[in-house]
């Protein structure tokens, strides 16, 4: 049995280009991985079908994509796999959970097969499952462009986070195609401006954030603007909403006033950024 940690991810800065000819959208990101993650174990079942078992995730489940498109990148040189998930990170709240357990079977498929795959061939598996599973290959604080599958790694200070969860989630497709009709995308991104954020002090980058699919949120989940004020009004260096939401976080410089924050904001889950 291989067991793996599928850290969640946050979108410190989301910049949302033209939609491609593929259909999918240019974008330039600042991904911070966090602590909070999902626990995975994998191991060969005795017999097909594959098996994925993750209480609370209803549907298809891009784990079990994850497995197959592996095994179809290996000829079918891969043995029937079992993947038991432990959630942690909300199901459908922007913060990739869903992407970085599909990263994580293969990562822990590959090792069951030998480890025929580098980091850069899983990448390019993962890019075809879902935008944000090459980036959660080798979790890290990442640069991220195109459409997710070009990941650069960059270094960010530490922070405390805490993450306010809606009771629904949003549909990722759903909050981009508000973002079309609104629209919040731009025609032109700045990687190279992302890139340097990394290197500012907290207080800086807060200053910084960005999401170009938060008005797109907003307009889908006006009640999410209170969760916003009630962040910002916690002491939060900076609040946004994460990636395509429903998820808000807010950053803090101090651990304790992060704490603090999170006692007070009903439904908070207290994390920090991964070292």
Known sequence: MIDESAPAKLNLVLQVGPRREDGLHEIASLFASLELADSIAVEPAPAAPDEVIAPGVEGPNLAEAAIAALRDALGGDLPPLRAAIEKRIPVAAGLGGGSADAA??????????????????????????????????????????????????????????????????????????????????????????????????????????????????????????????????????????????PTVFGLYADAAAAASAAERLPGAILTRLRE
């Open 104 to 245: 994580a079977v293969l990562r822990a498929g590959n090792r069951i097969a030998g480890n025929p795959l580098d980091a850069a061939a899983l990448r390019s598996i993962g890019a075809r499952i879902g935008a944000d599973v090459p980036s959660q290959i080798e979790p890290g604080h990442a640069l991220v462009t195109g459409a997710g599958e070009n990941v650069e790694r960059v270094e960010l200070a530490a922070l405390s986070v805490v993450l306010v969860p809606a009771g629904e989630g949003l549909s990722t497709a759903a909050v981009y195609a508000e973002a079309d009709r609104v629209p919040t995308t731009r025609a032109t991104l700045d990687p190279d401006a992302v890139r340097a954020l990394a290197a500012l002090s907290p207080p800086e980058l807060a200053a910084r954030l960005e999401n170009d699919l938060e008005a797109a949120a907003l307009s889908l989940r006006p009640e999410l603007e209170e969760t916003l004020a009630a962040v910002r009004g916690s002491g939060a260096l900076a609040a946004r909403v994460t990636g395509s939401g």
